[in-house]
């Protein structure tokens, strides 16, 4: 008896202990070494492009990573928007809210760093060319996901709006993701093709390494940023309750 309370004790603390893994703090703890270790990389180990760009090519390892986890991020509302849609738990309303504003958040870095890409590489802060058309497109899209959220009282009913507006605006998502290649003719070359990387493996080894950590760093966001948007409803809960004790 006491040999299998040992192994259920055990098993529960390796649980515990792999949930610890995969918290916020750790998940901020792996994305901030390999983020560290992509700059390295980027800066140290891969060498300088050789076209015009020169030295301002080294601005894509974490350009095109703030990109990648944007989209990611939105893919994640898309995804809550469909769970809630079939359960009707405000939880999945809460996670699809935190992935709209964490995409958001990295939305705008990507139209900073990519003006000051597009500055140094075709000599203009913006052109409207399909790439950066159809991200703008994404950005404008998901900030009226806030306005929809702001003009509906009931709580269910804005979820409800909120889970099929994320729905439908990811269709512009995989648009923004193939735009260089459904549109050839914009400015946005096309680096990464079906059998070749269109780098060397010096340049694709940073940048995998870089788009892992903000990878990472997305995961963190969301554990915490999901965290606190469920210690906001278990506080609201609370006063409620006192309050209708109070009456």
Known sequence: MEASEARIASAADGAAGRRRLLEAPALFAYA????VAGLLL???????????????????????????????????????????????????????????????????????TGMIWGQAAWGTWWAWEPRLTTFLIACLLY??????????DEEARRATYAAVF???????????????????EGLHPVV??????????SMLLSLLVSMLGMTLLL???????????????????????LWEVGQ
Request: hydrophobic residues 55%.
């Open 32 to 35: 901030g070494a390999a983020l």
């Open 192 to 201: 990464i093709r079906p059998g070749d990387t269109g780098m060397e493996g």
């Open 42 to 112: 980027a800066f140290w180990y891969s060498p300088v492009d050789a076209s015009s760009m020169g030295f301002s090519q080294k601005i894509l390892y974490y350009h095109a990573p703030i990109a990648w986890a944007a989209l990611v991020a939105f893919g994640v509302a898309f995804v809550a928007g469909i769970l809630y849609l079939r359960s009707s738990d405000l939880r999945y309303d809460r996670l699809g809210l935190v992935g709209v504003r964490l995409g958001l958040l990295f939305s705008l870095l990507v139209m900073g």
């Open 143 to 152: 900030a009226g996901y806030f306005v929809l959220r702001s003009m509906v």
């Open 166 to 184: 994320a729905v439908i605006a990811f269709v512009d998502v995989p648009i923004t993701f193939f735009a260089t290649r459904f549109l050839p």
């Open 219 to 241: 995961a963190a966001l969301v554990r915490l940023e999901y965290a606190a948007e469920l210690l906001k409803d278990e506080i609201a809960d609370l006063k409620t309750a």
